[in-house]
């Protein structure tokens, strides 16, 4: 596993532990992986219950997970397929824009 992958894999550990306080701001997409479609499914937060299909993305082969970082800037998916792990800028309209990915052999089946 590449140095930049750790890093931020450890990151995410400490966020969930506690170790380092979440972000405030809460982005109003929400992203969900469509393995078989090669593509990813974006929604936009209505109301506090309500989501509203924006479009879809396909920025990598058979995404099989996804996570959206706390400041809701960057999503990062998995892929088993292509072993890797991507992360994405997310703009202000949903979109995605391609930042870096790392290779991981064993096949990342969620973040």
């Known amino acids: 596993m ?9 990151h995410l550990v400490q966020r969930f532990t506690g170790q380092i306080a979440e ?16 593509s990813l499914s974006c929604y936009r937060k209505v109301q506090r219950e309500s989501l509203e299909p924006t479009g879809y ?3 990598v082969k058979a995404p099989t997970s996804v996570l959206l970082s706390g400041n809701g800037q960057t999503l990062y998916v998995a892929s088993s397929l292509t072993d890797e792990v991507s992360a994405f800028r997310v703009e202000q309209d949903g979109n995605l824009t391609f930042l870096n990915s790392w290779k991981d052999s064993k096949g990342p089946e969620s973040i």
Do not use: C, D, I
């Open 57 to 59: 993305h396909s920025p």
């Open 23 to 38: 972000e405030n701001k809460e982005s109003p997409f929400t992203y969900v992986a469509n393995m078989r479609e090669n």
């Open 2 to 10: 590449g140095m930049e992958l750790a890093q931020a894999l450890n």
